[in-house]
Nanobody, 122 residues
Framework: QVQLQESGPGLVKPSQTLSLTCTVS??????????WSWIRQPPGKGLEWMGA???????YYNPSLKSRTAISRDTSLNRFTLQLSSVTPEDTAVYYC??????????????RGQGTQVIVSS
């Protein structure tokens, strides 16, 4: 059974770069046709798909975040990473990583981590 776990700082200062890692166990991030995704939910708001890295290494981003977002992976450690630059308090949210068969969906993937709270504040 595939399991995902987010890790990273819970507090980031404005203008800094947020970096989160999703470690995957029970399955490889390079096999089958999946999108390994990042989704977030700001307090009181809906889910927002941020981007994904496919099993073949291709990356896809939400156009509204593309200029600030980078998703990469380390296949030797079976994990993928989100970097969001120039953060503001508007980036405060619960961040989820997940595995999905579709891309670009503002939903929680059926297979996902438990989520990690990130607060952007000085």
């Amino acid at each position: 059974q595939v399991q995902l776990q987010e890790s990273g700082p819970g507090l980031v200062k404005p203008s800094q770069t947020l970096s989160l890692t999703c470690t995957v166990s029970g399955g490889s991030i390079t096999t089958n046709i999946y999108y390994w995704s990042w989704i977030r939910q700001p307090p009181g708001k809906g889910l927002e798909w941020m981007g994904a890295i496919a099993s073949d290494g291709s990356t896809y981003y939400n156009p509204s975040l593309k200029s600030r977002t980078a998703i990469s992976r380390d296949t030797s450690l079976n994990r993928f990473t989100l970097q969001l630059s120039s953060v503001t308090p508007e980036d405060t949210a619960v961040y989820y990583c997940g595995r999905d068969s579709m891309m670009g969906q503002d939903r929680l993937p059926p297979c996902r981590g438990q989520g990690t709270q990130v607060i952007v504040s000085s």
